[in-house]
């Protein structure tokens, strides 16, 4: 998601506007945040995406697909939620961004079973 960080950091200086806290917002600080955030994501959102489809596949045999096709549809949905609240809130843009990436990853995460 090489636009995530940029998408955030517009969104943070408009929440500042022409205050005292925009000169403390920098496109390196943002990128930073969002990368850890990304990071942290993608190692737990593969290995819950491995264990939810280890444990599907008992009952339904063809439980990648599903696994994978149901954890992108929920994470389009909160990542465009959380880059429109990064306007408002860069805490809440980077948490809704957190939960969007593992479910983004549980995605990859159900194919390594």
Known sequence: MWWGPEFAYLGAKANCGTKACSNSITQAG????????????????????SYVSQGIRHNIPNADPIVSGVSLLMSVPILYIGFIVARYSTGWCM??????????RINEGSYFC
């Open 30 to 49: 943002i990128s930073y945040k969002f990368g850890i955030v990304m990071t942290l994501a993608g190692l737990i959102g593969v290995p819950a995406g």
């Open 95 to 104: 948490a809704l961004t957190f939960i969007a990436g593992n479910f983004y």
